[in-house]
């Protein structure tokens, strides 16, 4: 891994009994886009909130570009664009304005903020509401005038929280990809918390499983997905249509003795109709064969990967169970 | 000498080329100005709450309302100027400050609108400060940039206190205008300072509700809620405190035919202390006296302290000295509050909305 931009140690926050964050340790390279995932309560904005220097942590660190967040929040906040879960404009000014606001807080002059803000508007697809009250905005838009305001200081680290919140779908996939274009251009490293599994699967590198303040698991997809499987990599989903004609032959041979009786099989279970078969290697084809051989009639085939949906259910599954 | 030949041309060179600029591209001058500095983001901040609250609907409403009734009582007091110079009057020297204070009873004199529509200006500019960033979702925002927490209560209570000084030395000064227009003596050097004073004097006072209600915006989450508690603590001094301020001492009062004077004295002092706890009281107290020279104590006095005094004005030195304790109460009260509501602000978790 490339160096590490966020650095976390042992980071633990506590609102009275109740422990928010527990000894988290994390770390995020440059130019990663990490995704900070997990069910409402998990702690992810409370750490958010810390990575920021916006509350302090009872104990533990955090570093972020080399500097500490808790003694120095106004230095990381200079490198540190973040936005909140929900974010609000001041109404009565136009998007243009409210850039260029944020834009002098940052230190630019008012010409030099009116042109950043001209250009990181046309950039969100903007360009068009320029000088519309930031009231009138929709929630997508307000969004992506969110972004506009996070980019305006030239951050090296970018902070969403809950970003795809309320968003219809289209506007996801479109905000998504303007995170990862400006993450790739401009090599800056994108944190992100949310709920909401598959998009955040379309776009992180790595990303942090979080449960009841702790980070479970952490890892891209497919080092996650290889993790939780075990030592059956491969899952193969079967589908099979009852057939008349050889349905004396079906009761003599079930389908699940066939498949168990494969080389390479491990694991299989029958769930509503459907063979869910673990194997060590790839034989989709191979069950496929064996099956239509037998006089069965295959319907569904399909080589399962496990999802980040997956994942996290079998993580939080595991949790619910040790407890 | 030699430092001001320094600063002459060094001052005199920026000048000079922007004028020079202005000739040859105008428009580019006004831009220069505003555009090309870099502020420190405190004032960025003051600025723009500045221009929020001049904007701001309830800031005209309020600012009308005020303008209108000093307009009112100027009008009741130039009306009556002429029946309250008396030859004898050992105030009559005074004449300017009567334009601040006299009326014929239709309407009240300027002293009083200020002591009544000042904390509901405080109030009416304070009150959703920060509950109102917070649930427009802009606090957050505002927190994520290089700024120390406290600029953004600081630049609120500066902005604010800034336009309520602006207003009223506007207004004084307009009374001043119209009367020196119309009665056509202008006012001596005393009764201008006495003005001033009276000026900053409100300013302490508006200031004072204005963090008070800065406080409840920072404790409640509505707006409406903390508007509601501005004004009720302003109603119950105004209001309440008297009338219970009046139960207690009628329930504790000696009874005029046995009490000795000391005893008698002894209970107006306590009644007034009571009373004094009510910073419109202190304001009140202090305003009366600095406006009217003619004042000479605020508690009880004796006839053998009367006994031979002559009738005349206090000096300006011993008018401030008679309110100075009510001054340092107002501003030590003002900065009271604003502590409880900055510490409060520090300590608080900004999550969004």
């Not at chain 2, 009741?76 to 008396?86: P, R």
């Amino acid at each position: 891994m490339a160096e590490s931009i966020i650095e976390l140690v042992g980071l633990t926050k506590r609102y009275g009994t109740f422990t928010a964050v527990d000894h988290l340790n994390l770390s995020v390279g440059k130019g990663e886009i990490f995704g900070l995932l997990g069910p409402n309560g998990a702690g992810k904005s409370t750490t958010i909130l810390m990575i920021l220097g916006l509350t302090e942590p009872d104990s533990g660190t955090v570093t972020v570009c080399g500097t500490d967040s808790v003694r120095f929040p106004v230095e990381v906040k200079k490198k540190v664009g973040y936005l909140p879960e929900d974010v609000g404009f001041y109404d009565k000014y136009s998007g243009l304005e409210n850039l260029v606001y944020t834009g002098r807080l940052n230190g630019m002059t008012e010409t030099e903020a009116i042109e950043k803000a001209e250009v990181l508007l046309d950039s969100v697809g903007l360009s068009e509401h320029i000088h519309k009250k930031a009231g009138n905005y929709s929630r997508g838009m307000r969004q992506r005038l969110g972004l506009a305001d996070v980019l305006i200081k030239d951050p090296e680290v970018i902070i969403l929280d809950e970003p795809i919140m309320g968003i219809d779908p289209a506007g996801i996939r479109e905000f998504l990809e303007m995170i990862v274009r400006l993450s790739k251009e401009e090599d800056i490293t994108v944190l992100f918390s949310s709920h909401q599994l598959y998009q955040a699967q379309q776009v992180c590198d790595r990303v942090g499983l979080f449960v009841g303040g702790k980070l479970l698991a952490e890892g891209d997809i497919n080092s996650l997905s290889k993790k939780l499987a075990g030592n059956s990599p491969y899952l193969v989903e079967v589908g099979i249509a009852g057939n008349s004609k050889t349905g004396e032959r079906q009761r003599k041979n079930h389908p699940a003795e066939i498949l168990q009786k494969m080389d390479g099989v491990l694991t299989v279970e029958e769930k509503k109709g459907r063979y869910y078969v673990g194997c060590t290697r790839d034989i989709s084809s191979g069950i496929a064969r064996e099956l239509v051989l037998s006089g069965f009639e295959l319907t569904y085939l399909t080589k399962k990967e496990y999802g980040l949906e997956d994942i996290y259910y079998r993580y939080f599954e595991g949790e619910a169970n040790d407890e | 000498m030699n430092d001001l030949a320094k600063q002459i041309p060094a001052n005199k060179k920026p000048g000079l080329s922007g004028l020079f600029r202005s000739f040859l591209r105008p428009g580019e001058k006004k831009r220069k100005k505003t555009g090309t500095q870099h502020r420190n983001p405190f004032r960025v901040m003051v600025e723009k709450e500045i221009s929020d609250q001049v904007r701001s609907l309830r800031f005209i409403i309020l600012i009308s309302i005020i303008a209108l009734t000093t307009l009112g009582s100027l009008y009741t007091a130039l009306t009556n100027i002429a029946s309250a110079i008396n030859p004898n009057d050992p105030a009559g020297s005074f004449l300017f400050l009567k334009l601040y204070t006299i009326s014929d009873g239709t309407l009240p004199p300027y002293i009083v609108y200020v002591s009544f529509l000042g904390p509901l200006l405080g109030i009416g500019l304070g009150f959703d400060a920060i509950n109102q960033e917070q649930s427009r979702g802009t606090l957050s925002r505002l927190l994520a940039q290089p700024i120390h927490r406290d600029f953004i209560i600081n630049a609120k209570f500066v902005a604010s206190l800034f336009v309520i000084s602006v207003m009223f030395f506007a207004l004084a000064f307009l009374v001043m205008g119209i009367g020196i227009i119309s009665i056509g003596i202008p006012p001596t050097a005393e009764e201008f300072i006495r003005i001033l004073i009276f000026i900053l004097l409100s300013i302490i006072y508006v200031a004072f509700w204005l963090n008070l209600s800065i406080i409840f915006s920072v404790q409640f989450r509505q707006p409406a809620t903390s508007a509601l508690a501005g004004l009720a603590v302003w109603l119950f001094f105004v209001i309440f405190y008297p009338m219970i301020i009046n139960l207690i001492t009628k329930a504790i009062e000696p009874s005029s035919a046995m009490a000795s004077a000391h005893q008698a004295i002894n209970f107006d002092k306590f009644r007034l202390g009571l009373l004094r706890l009510a910073p419109n009281v202190l304001f009140s107290e202090a305003t009366s006296t600095l406006l009217t020279p003619t004042v000479r104590s605020l508690g009880p006095l004796t006839m053998e302290q009367l006994q031979g005094t002559i009738p005349g004005p206090l000096p300006l030195g011993q008018s401030i000295f008679l309110i100075w304790p009510h001054l340092t109460a107002l501003i030590s009260a003002t900065v009271a509050c604003f502590v409880f509501a900055y510490v409060p602000f520090m300590r608080k978790e900004i999550r969004s909305r």
